[in-house]
């Protein structure tokens, strides 16, 4: 167990939906990332926040948004989905960002399908 | 933009035979990361090399970064059936190392 938790588990909508994926970093954490892993694409970072704040975009679509609220759980919308959407979507968390020596840890994931 | 390429995509051994995967950047990487992730669960940070040339082990497990920071590996000695799993090597450049790319891993299998 990472400490991380992320709801639901999983997740059945239809094209065109829109769904918010939940994530609560480890205690004291204060970053947290998105990725989406499907089979054709893999592991893809999508985007990540340190206390509150925006700090790093990766490949996220316009369609997708996330945030991080003040007490540090984050919450990814993705919206008027497509089936290629249909993905395993991790959060991660860090006591710090990138560039200093520290782990990430992941939680479970969340499985969404697109009907 | 960066494209992290990973390879082999699949490597079957015995049991107690070494495994060694490759991961190499289109640009200059600031850092690298490895991960591991077994089959139904979710990756777990390995570790972070950070300085040209640099070298780090974990027990059986040995990690490089390239002196030009542009390629790493990771290197299993004497594979046991728990290493079992998909490993993936993540590079990091841009301004705030802001662009995070992961390569598509390669699957280990071990036979008994």
């Known amino acids: ?115 | 933009g960066q494209q992290v390429m990973q390879i082999p995509q699949y490597q079957h051994v015995q049991e107690g035979e070494d495994f060694t995967t490759y991961c190499n950047s289109s640009t200059t990487l600031s850092n690298i990361q490895w991960y591991k992730q077994r089959p139904g669960g979710h990756p777990v940070f390995l570790i972070q090399l950070v300085k040209s040339g640099e070298v780090k082990k974990q027990k059986r497990l040995t990690f490089q970064f390239g002196e030009a920071k542009k390629n790493s590996s990771l290197h299993i000695t004497a594979t046991q059936t728990t290493d079992v799993g998909t490993y993936f090597c993540a590079g990091h450049s841009g301004t705030n190392n802001n662009d995070m790319r992961f390569g598509a891993g390669t699957r280990l299998t071990v036979k008994p």
């Open chain 1, 1 to 115: 167990d990472s400490g991380v938790t992320q709801t639901p588990k999983h997740l059945i909508t239809a094209t065109g939906q829109r769904v918010t994926l939940r994530c609560s970093p480890r205690s004291g954490d204060l970053s947290v990332y998105w990725y989406q892993q499907s089979l054709d694409q893999g592991l893809q970072f999508l985007i990540q926040y340190y206390n509150g704040e925006e700090r790093a975009k990766g490949n996220i679509l316009e369609r997708f948004s996330a945030q991080q609220f003040p007490d540090l759980h984050s919450e990814l919308n993705l919206s008027s989905l497509e089936l290629g959407d249909s993905a395993l979507y991790f959060c991660a968390s860090s006591v710090g960002g990138w560039g200093t020596d520290y782990e990430q840890y992941f939680g479970p994931g969340t499985r969404l399908t697109v009907t």
